[in-house]
Nanobody, 122 residues
């Protein structure tokens, strides 16, 4: 199983980015997918997740700015990030959990992808 997060980049404050999470060897539509991030010198933290039933959850600091969604046809999960702030700067990872219940505990997730770097400058 391989997961791959993509779509990171360097942007300015208030800009938007859309991250994508794809997988091989695993059907993402059947599992929960979490987005995590790790900033330099900080611990990894959960950002958002989507369950296999469509349930979504967000950490407080991104509520109203980030939207997690699935494209069932493409078996891909997206994280739309709007109104980005410098404190959103981090490496973003997607992870898959089965059964497909959404949550922010890293231990819940079985598979992790390599991250994609998001840099937001003021």
């Amino acid at each position: 199983v391989q997961l791959q997060a993509s779509g990171g980049g360097s942007v300015q404050t208030e800009d938007s980015l859309r991250l994508s999470c794809g997988a091989s060897g695993l059907i993402l539509n059947n599992v929960a997918v979490g987005w995590f991030r790790q900033a330099p010198g900080k611990e990894r933290e959960g950002v958002s997740c989507i369950g296999n039933n469509g349930f979504t959850s967000y950490r407080d600091s991104v509520k109203g700015r980030f939207v997690v969604s699935r494209d069932v046809a493409k078996d891909t999960v997206y994280l739309q990030m709007n109104s980005l702030k410098p404190e959103d700067t981090a490496v973003y990872f997607c992870a898959a959990a089965s059964p497909g219940l959404c949550g922010f505990s890293s231990a819940r997730y079985d598979y992790w992808g390599q991250g994609t770097l998001v840099t937001v400058s003021s």
